[in-house]
């Protein structure tokens, strides 16, 4: 496996200045009529200009030599090179990828629709151009086949207290992406800065319907914390009232007190209080 190592380079404007000199030596070798050294100096003049190039910042030159890779030049400005021998341009600029919309099933097997985006630099030059045939082709297919891989991992929502969700837990959802990602793309010398889902949202074909259940299953929930609260304050009413000796109650008092303590409090209208003036007998 390929792996990034610094191409020799040289100074561009020193290089310039010696080939200036060498061009001068060529001309005055031409004119002294000394042909055979003005033409072994002109070779040389012809292989030093072939070496130049310029860097741009955040930019990686990766150097093939006849077919060989042996280097890179990642310093930004003017360089002499090996001469002879080809490059590359990499950017090392921080890069985004949108994904499409994509149409999975979660664990479920609902459809829903899911999308991310994908924040990422090469850092290692060599292995991106010369590993993978077009590292920024690989990195939005690797990315379309993480996501989807992530999204068949969870259900869309749940209620419960416990367990993961795709809508629940976005954060979660978001670094096991990154990490599935880094792990796909570390061939490509790719680094995965960060991963966010964009879009998330079931299928148009069930989204009535799982709407209807998300309300359902929201109304059972709010349900057990309404029914849990009332049943602590009619256990916490009739132990402050036998507590402060307001009045004693037995079990048949005590039932129907807490009878309708539940109705008023988990009647989802307001209750209608009924007040017992005392008994005739």
Known sequence: MMTEIKAWKMNGFVALLLAVLLLAATIYLFVKMQIVGGIVLTIVLT?????FTIVQPNESKVVIFFGKYIGSIREAGFWLKVPLSTHRNVTLRVCNFNSKTLKVNDVDGNPVEIAAVVVY???D???????VDNYEEFV???????LRHVATKYPYDVFEENGYSLRGNADEVAQELARELQERLAVAGVKVIEA???HLAYATEIASAMLQRQQANAIIAARQKIVE??????????????QEGI???DEERKVAMINNLMVAI???RGAQPILNTGSLY
């Open 125 to 131: 030059s060599a292995k991106a151009l010369l590993e």
């Open 140 to 146: 939005e297919i690797q990315s379309e086949t993480a």
């Open 47 to 51: 292989l030093v200009i072939t070496g």
């Open 121 to 123: 630099r090469v850092i």
């Open 266 to 268: 988990v009647s989802d």
């Open 247 to 249: 009045v004693e109650l």
């Open 229 to 242: 609260g009332a049943v602590g304050m009619a256990q916490m009413a009739i132990a402050q009232l036998e």
């Open 196 to 198: 966010r889902l964009t």
